[in-house]
T-cell receptor, first 112, second 116 residues
Framework: GEDVEQSLFLSVREGDSSVINCTYTDSSSTYLYWYKQEPGAGLQLLTYIFSNMDMKQDQRLTVLLNKKDKHLSLRIADTQTGDSAIYFCAERPDTGRRALTFGSGTRLQVQP | DTGVSQDPRHKITKRGQNVTFRCDPISEHNRLYWYRQTLGQGPEFLTYFQNEAQLEKSRLLSDRFSAERPKGSFSTLEIQRTEQGDSAMYLC??????????????FGPGTRLTVL
């Protein structure tokens, strides 16, 4: 079955880089997503990566995908206090189904 | 360009009452999704519509839950005979017709349900 796992908590200092990790089990995953959720709010799409890619960069965000190990990471360069939030990775399998499977989220705390 | 909107944002009800939530997707998005998120967890898929057709339903969607999208635009999610375990954030998302990256789901702000 599908399962997505993330570490619960990450604390960094402002200006440092943050790396949030995610592992998934479904080898048929086609698209993998990163969403950000601030307290009491919905999910904001940050970026996504297709399974035939190894890396994707979008301004301060870098996504790395190791398909062999089913490992996904999100690196945030020059982390700011406004980046404090919960970050979710999600996968969508190549089965024709549209449902996303989410991890439990990683809470990022940025200390000034 | 307006995003996905949901109404109400918060709902407090007593156990046993019925509640209904509304979702308005991004205009011209043919696909609409409902998810449920409990405290400390990621969203869990409930159901999915393509236009007015309900194409996927999760096992989480018990017979007390019903979702509709009668004209292929907005959708409603009704919970009958609410239970305390139904307390959660109910999230709606939409995506355009397409495959691959075009099928990216955009989420609304959610409706937080509290069942007393």
């Amino acid at each position: 079955g599908e399962d997505v796992e993330q570490s619960l908590f990450l604390s960094v200092r402002e200006g440092d880089s943050s790396v949030i990790n995610c592992t998934y089990t479904d080898s048929s995953s086609t698209y993998l997503y990163w969403y950000k959720q601030e307290p009491g709010a919905g999910l904001q799409l940050l970026t996504y990566i297709f399974s035939n890619m190894d890396m994707k960069q979008d301004q301060r965000l870098t996504v790395l995908l190791n398909k062999k190990d089913k490992h996904l990471s999100l690196r945030i360069a020059d982390t700011q206090t406004g980046d404090s939030a919960i970050y979710f990775c999600a996968e969508r399998p190549d089965t024709g189904r549209r449902a996303l499977t989410f991890g439990s989220g990683t809470r990022l705390q940025v200390q000034p | 360009d307006t995003g996905v909107s949901q109404d109400p944002r918060h709902k407090i009800t007593k156990r046993g009452q019925n509640v209904t939530f509304r979702c308005d997707p991004i205009s011209e998005h043919n696909r609409l999704y409902w998810y449920r998120q409990t405290l400390g967890q990621g969203p869990e898929f409930l159901t999915y519509f393509q236009n007015e057709a309900q194409l996927e339903k999760s096992r989480l969607l018990s017979d007390r839950f019903s979702a509709e999208r009668p004209k292929g635009s907005f959708s409603t999610l009704e919970i009958q005979r609410t239970e305390q375990g139904d307390s959660a954030m109910y999230l709606c998302a939409s995506s355009p017709m397409g495959s691959g990256a075009e099928d990216t789901q955009y989420f609304g702000p959610g409706t937080r349900l509290t069942v007393l």
